[in-house]
């Protein structure tokens, strides 16, 4: 009879100082290393590693920290601080340099990474409830990763900021945490999104954190972009307002770390519309910018949505809007009908658009993006290109993928013949042989990678 011997799993040891609250933050934090799969240990000897649960309230208790501190150093060696004297990173590694990690209060996602990085659980399919990479939603090959939450812009027809409260930006060395391991478990594509990913780190004032590997990256677009792009996945970027430092990652898609793809909502391009959506970055130069994007990385996609029908739209502002269209020659485009929404300022706002206004603007838009797209496809026949297999179909010996152009679920597809052997997740050299509207067709003729 064959028997599997579990490994043991970590053990964590706690010390927990300060008022209710604190402890409330030890008891959350010990949950979730407990739902992890981690063991509690009652002291020092037996802990792969101790957590420190710091007061920093008066000037007594943060003498208690430091002497907490020193004691787990002391006894054990291997000790992650977390709590309100994280504040006070400078004067805890200058006592004690030998701490593996230091978060600050409520920062829970922090301090259970810093403790599966001291002491991480083995990798055994009887203990791990949770693959590596966290259950996901989508196939193991691409994955969405949320780099902040809520929004600092009020656009008049949105009523995001009041659901989901002013922008709160993650850690960018948690963020490249969660990207590493979810490469380690077979992503092939990072889909960077959030609800204005330009203004990323704002709220944490572009903020550097170190990083595991040594050096330190910046809570900015750019730089956490960067840091995406060296893990070797596609990295692919979404809701990018064009701010003037959106100009700054095109040379990391020239230079291939970032997909050569933008998704910017631009929404509409009448001044006075935009002027009344309240929308952020509204850049009269930005069909400039997009030249420049362009003669930088030739291969560039831009993707976009529209809003026809806001209100006060005129014939003009319309006519404008198809004028912007035909010049920007954008790759994909989304149009919707403007849809008040309880809430929203524009809901109440004079010069309703009528519906069926509406309807023939938003076919107008369609109709000359669809052109565009069609156009633009055509031009990819006899090209060759990378496509990432998404499914395969073994009826009919085909496969479908996206080339670095097409984000999945929003843009179009490639779909290949002959695609025997193929898995989802691979990445193959394909010669386009034809296109319509939206898709791509071709036929693989190199295993890139698997
Ligand atoms: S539409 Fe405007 S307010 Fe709403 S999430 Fe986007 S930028 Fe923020």
């Not at 101790?50 to 150093?73: H, P, Q």
């Not at 990085?117 to 990798?123: I, L, N, R, S, T």
């Not at 920007?328 to 485009?333: E, F, G, K, T």
């Not at 009528?354 to 006899?382: F, H, T, W």
Request: glycine residues 8%; aromatic residues 6%.
């Amino acid at each position: 009879m064959n028997v599997t011997t579990l490994p043991k799993p970590p053990r964590v040891g706690l010390v927990s100082l300060g008022c209710p609250k604190n402890l409330v933050d030890s008891e959350r934090i010990m949950t979730k290393l407990r739902s992890d799969g981690y063991d509690m240990s009652p002291d020092y000897a037996g802990a792969d590693v101790v957590l420190v649960n710091t007061c920093g309230f008066l000037d007594s208790a943060k003498e208690e920290s430091l002497e907490a501190i020193g004691e787990a150093i002391a006894e054990n060696g291997r000790v992650v601080v977390t709590g309100c004297m994280g504040k006070e990173a400078d004067v805890i590694r200058n006592r004690f340099p030998d701490v593996l990690a230091i978060t600050g209060a409520h920062e829970y996602e922090q301090v259970v990474g810093a403790v599966h990085e001291a002491a991480p659980m083995p990798a055994n399919a009887f203990l791990n409830l949770v693959p590596e990479g966290g259950l996901k939603l989508t196939p193991r090959h691409y994955s969405y990763l949320k780099i902040s939450e809520g929004c600092n812009h009020r656009c008049a027809f949105c009523i995001i900021p009041h659901l989901r409260g002013d922008l709160v930006s993650r850690r960018p060395d948690a963020i490249l945490r969660e990207a590493e391991k979810l490469v380690a478990a077979g992503t092939k594509e990072l889909l960077v999104i959030s609800q204005d990913t330009s203004a990323y780190g704002v709220d944490i004032r572009h903020k550097a954190f170190p990083l595991k590997s040594g050096g330190e990256v910046r809570a900015h677009m750019t730089d956490l972009s960067r840091e995406l792009g060296k893990l070797g996945a596609w990295v692919r970027l979404h809701y990018v307002y064009p701010y003037p430092h959106v100009d700054n990652v095109i040379p990391l898609m020239a230079e291939g770390l970032v997909l050569p793809y933008l998704d910017i909502p631009f929404q509409h391009a009448s001044p006075d519309v935009l002027r009344r959506m309240r929308r952020p970055a509204n850049d009269a130069k930005v069909l400039q910018r997009i030249r420049s994007w362009r003669e930088q990385v030739p291969d560039l996609a831009i993707r976009s949505s529209f809003v026809v029908g806001f209100p006060g739209e005129t014939d003009q502002d319309f006519a404008y809007l198809l004028a912007w269209l035909e010049e920007a020659q954008l790759d994909r485009v989304g149009a919707f009908k403007f849809e008040p929404v309880e809430g929203a300022p524009a809901t109440s706002m004079e010069d309703q658009v009528p519906a069926d206004l509406k309807q023939e603007r938003y076919e107008a838009v369609m109709a000359l993006s669809a052109r565009i797209s069609a156009e633009k496809l055509a031009a990819k026949v006899g090209s060759t290109l990378d496509v990432l297999i998404d499914a395969v179909d073994a009826e009919t010996g085909g496969a479908t993928g996206r080339s670095k152009a097409d984000a999945p679920e929003i843009d179009g597809e490639v779909h290949l013949r002959d695609a025997g052997g193929l898995r989802p997740g691979e990445i193959v050299s394909v010669r386009v042989e034809d296109a319509d509207e939206h898709d791509l067709y071709g036929v693989p003729f190199e295993t890139m990678a698997s």
